[in-house]
Protein backbone atom coordinates (compact mmCIF):
# COMPACT_ATOMS: atom_id res chain seq x y z
CA UNK A 1 0.00 0.00 0.00
CA UNK A 2 1.58 3.32 -0.78
CA UNK A 3 1.98 5.81 1.81
CA UNK A 4 0.66 9.13 0.84
CA UNK A 5 -2.71 6.76 -0.27
CA UNK A 6 -3.17 6.02 3.05
CA UNK A 7 -5.61 7.72 5.87
CA UNK A 8 -2.61 7.69 8.20
CA UNK A 9 0.34 6.67 8.96
CA UNK A 10 -0.29 5.83 12.34
CA UNK A 11 -4.17 5.69 14.19
CA UNK A 12 -3.93 5.96 17.66
CA UNK A 13 -7.11 4.33 19.10
CA UNK A 14 -8.49 5.90 22.56
CA UNK A 15 -7.78 9.61 23.47
CA UNK A 16 -6.53 9.06 27.45
CA UNK A 17 -3.18 9.96 28.55
CA UNK A 18 -1.63 7.04 26.73
CA UNK A 19 -2.93 7.54 23.96
CA UNK A 20 -1.85 11.22 23.79
CA UNK A 21 1.70 10.08 24.84
CA UNK A 22 1.66 8.12 21.62
CA UNK A 23 0.22 10.98 19.35
CA UNK A 24 2.49 13.35 20.15
CA UNK A 25 5.59 11.20 20.14
CA UNK A 26 4.61 9.87 16.64
CA UNK A 27 3.90 13.14 15.47
CA UNK A 28 6.90 14.49 16.65
CA UNK A 29 8.54 11.63 14.74
CA UNK A 30 7.11 13.19 11.65
CA UNK A 31 4.25 10.52 11.49
CA UNK A 32 0.60 11.88 10.36
CA UNK A 33 -1.64 10.55 13.06
CA UNK A 34 -5.47 9.95 13.70
CA UNK A 35 -6.29 9.96 17.03
CA UNK A 36 -9.65 7.80 17.54
CA UNK A 37 -12.27 8.79 20.82
CA UNK A 38 -15.03 6.61 21.11
CA UNK A 39 -16.59 9.80 23.55
CA UNK A 40 -17.94 12.92 23.22
CA UNK A 41 -15.67 15.54 23.52
CA UNK A 42 -17.36 16.79 26.60
CA UNK A 43 -16.41 12.95 27.91
CA UNK A 44 -13.49 12.53 26.64
CA UNK A 45 -9.76 11.43 27.82
CA UNK A 46 -10.65 8.42 29.47
CA UNK A 47 -10.03 7.42 33.12
CA UNK A 48 -6.77 9.79 32.83
CA UNK A 49 -9.24 12.71 32.90
CA UNK A 50 -11.18 11.03 36.09
CA UNK A 51 -7.50 10.92 38.06
CA UNK A 52 -6.29 13.66 40.44
CA UNK A 53 -2.99 13.57 38.62
CA UNK A 54 -0.71 11.66 40.76
CA UNK A 55 2.49 10.14 39.22
CA UNK A 56 4.91 7.84 40.75
CA UNK A 57 8.54 8.56 39.07
CA UNK A 58 12.08 8.09 40.25
CA UNK A 59 13.11 11.70 41.92
CA UNK A 60 16.71 11.99 43.86
CA UNK A 61 15.62 14.91 46.54
CA UNK A 62 14.34 18.48 45.43
CA UNK A 63 16.67 18.70 42.52
CA UNK A 64 14.58 16.06 40.48
CA UNK A 65 11.80 17.50 41.60
CA UNK A 66 12.11 21.07 40.23
CA UNK A 67 13.14 19.91 36.87
CA UNK A 68 8.99 19.03 37.05
CA UNK A 69 8.12 21.96 39.45
CA UNK A 70 8.95 25.68 39.41
CA UNK A 71 9.28 26.31 42.98
CA UNK A 72 10.47 29.02 45.13
CA UNK A 73 13.00 29.11 47.63
CA UNK A 74 10.38 29.64 50.37
CA UNK A 75 8.07 26.88 49.14
CA UNK A 76 11.23 24.48 48.93
CA UNK A 77 11.83 25.07 52.66
CA UNK A 78 8.44 24.64 53.59
CA UNK A 79 8.85 21.21 51.91
CA UNK A 80 10.78 17.36 52.64
CA UNK A 81 10.14 16.02 49.84
CA UNK A 82 13.01 13.07 50.94
CA UNK A 83 13.43 10.65 48.00
CA UNK A 84 12.26 8.04 45.55
CA UNK A 85 14.91 5.37 44.03
CA UNK A 86 14.42 3.28 41.61
CA UNK A 87 15.64 0.43 44.06
CA UNK A 88 12.27 1.36 46.27
CA UNK A 89 10.39 2.01 43.10
CA UNK A 90 11.12 -2.07 42.19
CA UNK A 91 10.70 -2.84 45.28
CA UNK A 92 7.12 -1.51 45.54
CA UNK A 93 5.91 -3.29 42.04
CA UNK A 94 7.23 -6.67 42.83
CA UNK A 95 6.33 -6.22 46.65
CA UNK A 96 2.66 -5.36 45.73
CA UNK A 97 2.30 -7.75 42.55
CA UNK A 98 4.15 -10.77 44.65
CA UNK A 99 6.78 -10.78 42.39
CA UNK A 100 4.50 -11.25 39.39
CA UNK A 101 5.57 -7.99 37.51
CA UNK A 102 7.12 -8.38 34.31
CA UNK A 103 10.73 -8.29 34.83
CA UNK A 104 11.21 -6.05 31.35
CA UNK A 105 8.06 -3.78 31.53
CA UNK A 106 8.52 -3.02 35.26
CA UNK A 107 12.17 -1.98 33.81
CA UNK A 108 10.58 -0.22 31.22
CA UNK A 109 8.19 1.76 33.46
CA UNK A 110 10.76 2.69 36.47
CA UNK A 111 13.92 3.48 34.42
CA UNK A 112 12.02 5.98 32.31
CA UNK A 113 8.91 7.30 34.88
CA UNK A 114 11.30 10.52 35.22
CA UNK A 115 12.37 11.16 31.96
CA UNK A 116 9.14 10.58 30.37
CA UNK A 117 7.49 13.27 32.40
CA UNK A 118 10.33 15.19 31.68
CA UNK A 119 10.05 15.04 28.27
CA UNK A 120 5.83 15.48 28.65
CA UNK A 121 6.99 18.95 30.38
CA UNK A 122 9.44 19.85 27.28
CA UNK A 123 6.13 19.74 25.11
CA UNK A 124 4.08 21.49 27.60
CA UNK A 125 2.32 19.48 30.57
CA UNK A 126 2.99 21.33 33.63
CA UNK A 127 3.25 19.78 37.15
CA UNK A 128 3.06 20.90 41.05
CA UNK A 129 3.97 19.13 44.35
CA UNK A 130 1.49 17.22 45.69
CA UNK A 131 1.75 17.87 49.64
CA UNK A 132 -2.15 18.01 49.80
CA UNK A 133 -2.67 14.67 49.59
CA UNK A 134 0.88 13.25 49.78
CA UNK A 135 2.24 14.71 52.85
CA UNK A 136 1.45 15.47 56.49
CA UNK A 137 3.16 18.78 58.05
CA UNK A 138 5.40 17.95 60.68
CA UNK A 139 7.55 20.55 62.59
CA UNK A 140 5.92 23.05 59.85
CA UNK A 141 7.04 21.32 57.03
CA UNK A 142 5.10 18.94 54.59
CA UNK A 143 6.73 16.05 54.72
CA UNK A 144 6.22 13.15 52.18
CA UNK A 145 5.41 10.36 52.12
CA UNK A 146 4.97 6.65 49.67
CA UNK A 147 6.73 7.79 46.78
CA UNK A 148 4.26 10.21 45.31
CA UNK A 149 5.59 14.07 45.68
CA UNK A 150 4.64 15.29 42.29
CA UNK A 151 1.19 15.68 40.27
CA UNK A 152 -0.16 17.08 37.45
CA UNK A 153 -1.73 20.71 37.28
CA UNK A 154 -4.93 20.36 37.18
CA UNK A 155 -5.29 16.95 38.18
CA UNK A 156 -6.65 14.49 35.19
CA UNK A 157 -8.74 17.16 33.44
CA UNK A 158 -5.62 19.02 33.62
CA UNK A 159 -3.60 16.23 31.96
CA UNK A 160 -5.86 15.95 29.12
CA UNK A 161 -6.53 19.62 28.16
CA UNK A 162 -2.82 20.04 28.33
CA UNK A 163 -2.20 16.70 25.89
CA UNK A 164 -4.90 17.19 23.29
CA UNK A 165 -3.85 21.25 23.08
CA UNK A 166 -0.30 20.09 22.60
CA UNK A 167 -1.59 17.10 20.42
CA UNK A 168 -3.83 19.36 18.32
CA UNK A 169 -1.18 22.10 17.78
CA UNK A 170 1.56 19.43 16.13
CA UNK A 171 -1.71 18.94 14.03
CA UNK A 172 -2.83 15.20 15.23
CA UNK A 173 -6.52 14.84 13.95
CA UNK A 174 -8.65 13.84 16.34
CA UNK A 175 -11.92 12.05 15.70
CA UNK A 176 -14.32 12.34 18.55
CA UNK A 177 -17.40 10.17 18.90
CA UNK A 178 -15.32 7.47 16.57
CA UNK A 179 -14.58 4.25 17.62
CA UNK A 180 -12.13 2.18 16.63
CA UNK A 181 -14.39 -1.49 15.85
CA UNK A 182 -11.96 -4.15 14.52
CA UNK A 183 -8.47 -4.10 13.13
CA UNK A 184 -7.99 -4.08 9.41
CA UNK A 185 -4.92 -6.86 8.74
CA UNK A 186 -3.47 -8.00 5.30
CA UNK A 187 -0.22 -11.18 5.27
CA UNK A 188 1.61 -8.12 5.99
CA UNK A 189 0.20 -7.10 9.22
CA UNK A 190 -2.03 -4.27 10.24
CA UNK A 191 -3.68 -2.34 7.50
CA UNK A 192 -5.73 -0.02 9.22
CA UNK A 193 -8.88 0.03 11.63
CA UNK A 194 -12.73 -0.11 10.75
CA UNK A 195 -14.06 2.40 12.84
CA UNK A 196 -17.76 3.76 13.45
CA UNK A 197 -18.73 7.28 13.69
CA UNK A 198 -22.77 7.86 15.02
CA UNK A 199 -23.77 4.81 13.30
CA UNK A 200 -21.61 5.03 10.28
CA UNK A 201 -19.04 2.51 9.09
CA UNK A 202 -15.69 3.52 7.83
CA UNK A 203 -12.46 1.82 7.50
CA UNK A 204 -9.32 3.98 7.24
CA UNK A 205 -6.21 2.79 6.32
CA UNK A 206 -2.45 3.49 7.91
CA UNK A 207 0.75 2.09 8.06
CA UNK A 208 0.38 1.19 11.94
CA UNK A 209 -2.23 1.33 14.79
CA UNK A 210 -1.77 1.87 18.45
CA UNK A 211 -4.04 0.88 20.81
CA UNK A 212 -4.65 2.81 23.86
CA UNK A 213 -8.03 2.29 24.69
CA UNK A 214 -8.40 1.17 27.86
CA UNK A 215 -9.29 -1.90 30.06
CA UNK A 216 -12.47 -3.88 30.21
CA UNK A 217 -13.40 -2.00 33.54
CA UNK A 218 -16.58 -1.08 31.96
CA UNK A 219 -17.72 -4.32 30.68
CA UNK A 220 -20.26 -5.46 33.15
CA UNK A 221 -20.47 -8.52 31.13
CA UNK A 222 -16.61 -8.91 30.84
CA UNK A 223 -16.21 -7.83 34.68
CA UNK A 224 -18.22 -11.31 35.49
CA UNK A 225 -16.69 -13.09 33.33
CA UNK A 226 -13.39 -12.67 33.78
CA UNK A 227 -13.15 -10.93 37.68
CA UNK A 228 -16.06 -13.24 38.33
CA UNK A 229 -19.62 -13.44 40.42
CA UNK A 230 -20.58 -10.04 41.83
CA UNK A 231 -18.39 -7.47 39.57
CA UNK A 232 -20.80 -6.84 37.78
CA UNK A 233 -22.35 -5.03 40.74
CA UNK A 234 -19.09 -3.39 41.54
CA UNK A 235 -19.32 0.75 40.84
CA UNK A 236 -17.27 2.28 37.53
CA UNK A 237 -15.29 5.03 39.43
CA UNK A 238 -14.13 6.52 35.84
CA UNK A 239 -15.01 6.44 31.61
CA UNK A 240 -18.08 4.81 30.60
CA UNK A 241 -16.31 4.16 27.77
CA UNK A 242 -13.46 1.38 28.55
CA UNK A 243 -15.40 -1.62 27.24
CA UNK A 244 -12.32 -3.74 26.44
CA UNK A 245 -12.88 -3.34 22.57
CA UNK A 246 -9.26 -2.96 21.94
CA UNK A 247 -8.26 -5.99 24.05
CA UNK A 248 -11.01 -7.75 21.87
CA UNK A 249 -9.92 -6.50 18.36
CA UNK A 250 -6.26 -7.63 19.02
CA UNK A 251 -7.19 -11.42 20.66
CA UNK A 252 -9.58 -11.73 17.52
CA UNK A 253 -6.77 -11.25 15.13
CA UNK A 254 -4.37 -13.76 17.41
CA UNK A 255 -2.66 -11.70 20.03
CA UNK A 256 -1.48 -13.16 23.05
CA UNK A 257 -3.70 -12.62 26.37
CA UNK A 258 -1.23 -11.74 28.86
CA UNK A 259 -1.12 -10.59 32.94
CA UNK A 260 -3.93 -10.69 36.21
CA UNK A 261 -7.43 -11.18 34.52
CA UNK A 262 -9.40 -12.50 37.11
CA UNK A 263 -8.04 -9.14 39.06
CA UNK A 264 -8.23 -5.22 39.10
CA UNK A 265 -7.65 -1.98 40.60
CA UNK A 266 -10.53 -1.12 42.87
CA UNK A 267 -11.33 0.77 46.16
CA UNK A 268 -13.82 2.12 48.77
CA UNK A 269 -15.96 4.09 47.37
CA UNK A 270 -19.15 5.95 47.87
CA UNK A 271 -22.14 3.44 48.97
CA UNK A 272 -24.32 5.93 46.92
CA UNK A 273 -22.33 7.04 43.80
CA UNK A 274 -23.54 6.60 40.37
CA UNK A 275 -22.62 3.51 38.42
CA UNK A 276 -20.19 4.70 36.28
CA UNK A 277 -18.16 8.10 36.93
CA UNK A 278 -19.40 11.73 37.16
CA UNK A 279 -16.88 14.12 36.14
CA UNK A 280 -18.31 17.01 38.18
CA UNK A 281 -17.23 14.71 40.54
CA UNK A 282 -13.77 13.61 39.36
CA UNK A 283 -12.21 10.98 41.79
CA UNK A 284 -13.53 12.68 45.29
CA UNK A 285 -16.40 9.42 45.78
CA UNK A 286 -13.30 7.50 46.84
CA UNK A 287 -12.78 7.02 50.76
CA UNK A 288 -9.30 7.03 51.17
CA UNK A 289 -8.93 8.00 54.99
CA UNK A 290 -9.56 4.92 56.85
CA UNK A 291 -6.02 4.17 57.89
CA UNK A 292 -6.68 7.20 60.23
CA UNK A 293 -10.02 5.35 61.66
CA UNK A 294 -11.71 1.76 61.13
CA UNK A 295 -13.89 -0.11 58.90
CA UNK A 296 -16.38 -2.19 59.45
CA UNK A 297 -19.17 -4.41 57.87
CA UNK A 298 -22.82 -5.18 57.90
CA UNK A 299 -22.08 -7.50 60.86
CA UNK A 300 -20.76 -5.13 62.60
CA UNK A 301 -17.17 -6.20 62.53
CA UNK A 302 -14.04 -5.38 61.51
CA UNK A 303 -12.11 -7.19 58.53
CA UNK A 304 -9.12 -5.82 57.53
CA UNK A 305 -6.28 -4.22 58.91
CA UNK A 306 -6.73 -0.67 57.68
CA UNK A 307 -2.81 0.59 58.93
CA UNK A 308 -1.46 -2.14 57.57
CA UNK A 309 0.44 0.26 55.11
CA UNK A 310 0.74 3.84 53.90
CA UNK A 311 -2.80 4.01 52.06
CA UNK A 312 -0.87 3.88 48.26
CA UNK A 313 -0.11 0.35 48.98
CA UNK A 314 -3.58 -0.77 50.12
CA UNK A 315 -6.06 1.07 48.96
CA UNK A 316 -6.15 -0.43 45.46
CA UNK A 317 -6.86 -3.91 46.76
CA UNK A 318 -8.97 -3.11 49.82
CA UNK A 319 -11.91 -2.42 47.40
CA UNK A 320 -11.86 -5.86 46.57
CA UNK A 321 -11.84 -6.79 50.71
CA UNK A 322 -14.89 -4.59 50.68
CA UNK A 323 -16.59 -6.01 48.28
CA UNK A 324 -16.26 -9.63 49.41
CA UNK A 325 -17.96 -8.47 52.94
CA UNK A 326 -21.86 -8.70 53.21
CA UNK A 327 -23.58 -6.30 50.82
CA UNK A 328 -21.12 -5.18 49.71
CA UNK A 329 -20.76 -2.31 52.43
CA UNK A 330 -18.65 -1.27 54.91
CA UNK A 331 -18.67 1.89 57.22
CA UNK A 332 -15.48 4.13 57.65
CA UNK A 333 -15.65 6.08 61.20
CA UNK A 334 -13.68 8.67 62.68
CA UNK A 335 -13.48 10.57 65.95
CA UNK A 336 -13.12 14.36 66.08
CA UNK A 337 -9.01 13.85 66.36
CA UNK A 338 -8.74 13.31 63.43
CA UNK A 339 -11.35 14.89 61.29
CA UNK A 340 -9.12 17.60 60.39
CA UNK A 341 -6.70 15.30 58.57
CA UNK A 342 -9.20 13.29 56.58
CA UNK A 343 -8.57 14.37 52.42
CA UNK A 344 -10.60 16.52 50.95
CA UNK A 345 -12.72 14.02 49.29
CA UNK A 346 -14.88 13.63 52.78
CA UNK A 347 -15.85 17.22 52.36
CA UNK A 348 -17.80 16.99 49.15
CA UNK A 349 -22.13 17.54 49.20
CA UNK A 350 -22.36 14.32 47.55
CA UNK A 351 -21.20 11.91 50.86
CA UNK A 352 -22.71 9.52 52.54
CA UNK A 353 -22.09 10.48 55.94
CA UNK A 354 -24.00 10.50 59.93
CA UNK A 355 -22.34 11.89 62.85
CA UNK A 356 -23.51 11.56 66.40
CA UNK A 357 -22.10 12.29 69.59
CA UNK A 358 -22.01 9.26 71.20
CA UNK A 359 -20.78 5.46 70.15
CA UNK A 360 -24.16 4.24 71.29
CA UNK A 361 -26.22 6.89 68.57
CA UNK A 362 -24.19 6.26 65.95
CA UNK A 363 -24.19 2.75 65.29
CA UNK A 364 -27.65 3.15 65.66
CA UNK A 365 -27.61 5.39 62.66
CA UNK A 366 -25.20 3.30 60.46
CA UNK A 367 -27.41 1.79 58.05
CA UNK A 368 -27.52 -1.53 56.96
CA UNK A 369 -25.30 -2.74 60.20
CA UNK A 370 -25.90 -5.08 63.03
CA UNK A 371 -25.61 -1.92 66.06
CA UNK A 372 -25.42 -4.22 69.22
CA UNK A 373 -22.35 -6.26 67.69
CA UNK A 374 -20.96 -2.92 66.06
CA UNK A 375 -21.15 -1.43 69.81
CA UNK A 376 -19.03 -4.04 70.81
CA UNK A 377 -16.63 -4.17 68.35
CA UNK A 378 -15.75 -0.61 68.80
CA UNK A 379 -15.54 -1.00 72.82
CA UNK A 380 -13.18 -4.23 71.93
CA UNK A 381 -11.27 -1.85 69.48
CA UNK A 382 -10.84 0.80 71.97
CA UNK A 383 -9.67 -1.16 74.90
CA UNK A 384 -6.82 -2.81 72.66
CA UNK A 385 -5.02 0.88 71.24
CA UNK A 386 -1.44 0.95 72.29
CA UNK A 387 -2.11 4.27 74.13
CA UNK A 388 1.94 4.35 74.92
CA UNK A 389 3.22 3.97 71.66
CA UNK A 390 2.83 7.95 69.78
CA UNK A 391 0.61 8.79 66.94
CA UNK A 392 2.63 9.83 63.52
CA UNK A 393 0.87 10.02 60.45
CA UNK A 394 3.42 10.74 58.18
CA UNK A 395 5.58 7.64 59.20
CA UNK A 396 4.45 3.95 59.94
CA UNK A 397 4.30 4.82 63.26
CA UNK A 398 3.67 1.04 64.94
CA UNK A 399 1.26 2.88 66.72
CA UNK A 400 -1.05 -0.74 66.63
CA UNK A 401 -3.78 -2.88 69.01
CA UNK A 402 -3.55 -5.72 70.98
CA UNK A 403 -4.81 -8.92 70.99
CA UNK A 404 -7.55 -8.23 68.23
CA UNK A 405 -8.49 -10.95 65.45
CA UNK A 406 -8.42 -8.47 62.81
CA UNK A 407 -5.11 -6.24 64.17
CA UNK A 408 -4.69 -2.78 63.52
CA UNK A 409 -1.12 -2.26 62.80
CA UNK A 410 -0.73 1.34 62.46
CA UNK A 411 -2.14 4.73 63.50
CA UNK A 412 -4.76 3.40 65.98
CA UNK A 413 -6.61 5.86 67.93
CA UNK A 414 -9.14 5.38 70.89
CA UNK A 415 -12.75 6.50 69.38
CA UNK A 416 -14.02 8.75 72.42
CA UNK A 417 -13.79 12.42 71.42
CA UNK A 418 -17.44 13.72 69.41
CA UNK A 419 -17.98 14.15 67.20
CA UNK A 420 -18.01 10.75 65.67
CA UNK A 421 -18.53 10.65 61.75
CA UNK A 422 -18.95 7.71 59.81
CA UNK A 423 -19.13 7.50 56.01
CA UNK A 424 -20.61 4.52 53.89
CA UNK A 425 -18.73 2.92 51.00
CA UNK A 426 -19.14 0.31 48.56
CA UNK A 427 -16.44 -1.49 45.62
CA UNK A 428 -15.45 1.36 43.07
CA UNK A 429 -13.75 -0.53 40.16
CA UNK A 430 -10.56 1.62 38.80
CA UNK A 431 -8.76 -0.59 35.74
CA UNK A 432 -8.89 -4.15 34.89
CA UNK A 433 -5.03 -5.47 35.43
CA UNK A 434 -5.27 -8.22 32.54
CA UNK A 435 -4.73 -7.62 28.64
CA UNK A 436 -2.37 -7.93 25.69
CA UNK A 437 1.13 -9.26 25.70
CA UNK A 438 3.78 -6.75 24.40
CA UNK A 439 7.34 -6.66 23.34
CA UNK A 440 10.02 -4.00 24.90
CA UNK A 441 9.12 -2.00 22.00
CA UNK A 442 5.13 -2.15 22.58
CA UNK A 443 4.49 -4.41 19.86
CA UNK A 444 1.98 -6.57 20.04
CA UNK A 445 2.25 -10.05 20.28
CA UNK A 446 0.58 -13.34 18.86
CA UNK A 447 0.26 -16.83 20.68
CA UNK A 448 3.02 -17.75 18.95
CA UNK A 449 5.17 -15.08 20.85
CA UNK A 450 5.91 -13.02 17.08
CA UNK A 451 4.87 -9.88 17.37
CA UNK A 452 2.31 -8.96 14.60
CA UNK A 453 3.57 -6.20 12.43
CA UNK A 454 2.55 -2.18 12.61
CA UNK A 455 0.66 -3.48 16.07
CA UNK A 456 1.23 -1.49 19.05
CA UNK A 457 -0.08 -0.86 22.67
CA UNK A 458 -0.28 0.98 25.57
CA UNK A 459 -1.85 2.18 29.29
CA UNK A 460 -4.47 -0.01 30.93
CA UNK A 461 -4.67 -2.83 28.40
CA UNK A 462 -1.34 -3.30 28.00
CA UNK A 463 -1.33 -7.10 30.69
CA UNK A 464 1.67 -8.29 32.63
CA UNK A 465 2.51 -5.17 35.15
CA UNK A 466 0.27 -5.14 37.82
CA UNK A 467 -0.90 -8.26 39.44
CA UNK A 468 -3.12 -8.36 42.98
CA UNK A 469 -2.18 -4.48 44.09
CA UNK A 470 -0.67 -1.40 42.53
CA UNK A 471 1.41 1.33 44.28
CA UNK A 472 -0.33 4.39 43.46
CA UNK A 473 0.17 6.97 40.85
CA UNK A 474 1.67 4.51 38.75
CA UNK A 475 -1.26 3.95 35.97
CA UNK A 476 -0.56 7.76 34.48
CA UNK A 477 3.39 6.96 34.42
CA UNK A 478 2.91 3.92 32.86
CA UNK A 479 0.10 5.48 30.09
CA UNK A 480 3.19 8.15 29.49
CA UNK A 481 6.32 5.78 29.28
CA UNK A 482 4.43 3.09 27.40
CA UNK A 483 2.37 5.49 25.14
CA UNK A 484 5.74 7.21 23.62
CA UNK A 485 7.48 3.69 23.35
CA UNK A 486 4.89 3.00 21.35
CA UNK A 487 4.04 5.79 19.49
CA UNK A 488 7.55 6.38 18.45
CA UNK A 489 7.77 2.45 17.30
CA UNK A 490 4.68 3.02 15.15
CA UNK A 491 6.54 5.81 13.61
CA UNK A 492 9.25 4.48 13.01
CA UNK A 493 7.64 0.89 11.36
CA UNK A 494 5.09 3.40 9.19
CA UNK A 495 7.17 5.35 7.97
CA UNK A 496 10.25 2.95 7.21
CA UNK A 497 7.26 0.55 5.10
CA UNK A 498 6.46 4.10 3.81
CA UNK A 499 10.11 4.57 2.45
CA UNK A 500 10.47 1.26 1.45
CA UNK A 501 7.26 2.21 -0.62
CA UNK A 502 5.31 -1.14 1.38
C1 LIG B 1 -11.16 7.85 39.58
C2 LIG B 1 -9.78 7.45 39.13
C3 LIG B 1 -8.67 8.04 39.72
C4 LIG B 1 -7.39 7.67 39.32
N1 LIG B 1 -6.32 8.33 39.87
C5 LIG B 1 -5.07 8.07 39.38
C6 LIG B 1 -3.96 8.87 39.78
O1 LIG B 1 -4.09 9.87 40.52
N2 LIG B 1 -2.74 8.53 39.28
C7 LIG B 1 -2.56 7.49 38.41
O2 LIG B 1 -1.43 7.22 38.01
N3 LIG B 1 -3.61 6.75 37.99
C8 LIG B 1 -4.85 7.03 38.44
N4 LIG B 1 -5.92 6.31 37.97
C9 LIG B 1 -5.65 5.24 36.98
C10 LIG B 1 -5.45 5.91 35.61
O3 LIG B 1 -6.57 6.68 35.31
C11 LIG B 1 -5.26 4.91 34.50
O4 LIG B 1 -4.34 3.93 34.85
C12 LIG B 1 -4.74 5.63 33.24
O5 LIG B 1 -5.32 6.91 33.12
C13 LIG B 1 -5.07 4.81 32.04
O6 LIG B 1 -4.70 5.53 30.90
P1 LIG B 1 -5.07 4.97 29.48
O7 LIG B 1 -4.70 6.05 28.52
O8 LIG B 1 -4.55 3.61 29.30
O9 LIG B 1 -6.68 4.82 29.51
P2 LIG B 1 -7.79 5.92 29.55
O10 LIG B 1 -7.30 7.20 30.09
O11 LIG B 1 -8.97 5.32 30.21
O12 LIG B 1 -8.13 6.17 28.02
C14 LIG B 1 -8.81 5.23 27.24
C15 LIG B 1 -9.40 5.96 26.05
O13 LIG B 1 -9.90 5.04 25.09
C16 LIG B 1 -11.19 5.49 24.66
N5 LIG B 1 -11.85 4.33 24.06
C17 LIG B 1 -12.32 3.20 24.65
N6 LIG B 1 -12.76 2.34 23.72
C18 LIG B 1 -12.55 2.92 22.52
C19 LIG B 1 -12.76 2.52 21.17
N7 LIG B 1 -13.30 1.33 20.86
N8 LIG B 1 -12.42 3.37 20.17
C20 LIG B 1 -11.89 4.59 20.44
N9 LIG B 1 -11.66 5.02 21.71
C21 LIG B 1 -11.97 4.19 22.72
C22 LIG B 1 -11.77 6.10 25.89
O14 LIG B 1 -12.88 6.92 25.61
C23 LIG B 1 -10.55 6.88 26.40
O15 LIG B 1 -10.38 8.07 25.71
C24 LIG B 1 -7.21 6.67 38.34
C25 LIG B 1 -8.33 6.09 37.72
C26 LIG B 1 -9.60 6.49 38.10
C27 LIG B 1 -10.79 5.88 37.41
Known amino acids: MAGETLDADIIVVGAGNAAASAAIAARNAGARVIMLEAAPKEERGGNSTYTAGATRLVYNGAEDVKTLVDLSEAELASMDFGSYSAEQYFDDMYRMTRYRTDPELCELLVNNSLSTWQWLKAQGVRFQTSQGRQAFKVDGKYKFWGGLCVEIWGGGPGLVDMEHAIAEKKGVDIRYETAGVSLLTDDSGITGMRTRHKGKTRDLTAGAVVLACGGFESNAEMRTRYLGQGWE ?76 DFRNYTYAKYGHVVREQPDMLAWQIFDKKVLHMLRDEYRIRRVTKVSADTLEELVRKLEGVDPKRCLEELTAYNAAVMTDVPFNPAVKDGRGTKGLEVPKSNWANVLDTPPYEAYAVTCGVTFTFGGLKISTGCEVEDTAGHTIPGLYAAGELVGGLFYHNYPGGTGLTSGAVFGKIAGEGAAAHALGSRQRGG
Open 233 to 308: LAKVRGTRFNTGAGIKMALDIGAMPHGHWSSCHAVAWDMNAPPFGDLSVGDNFQKHSYPLGIMVNARGERFVDEGA
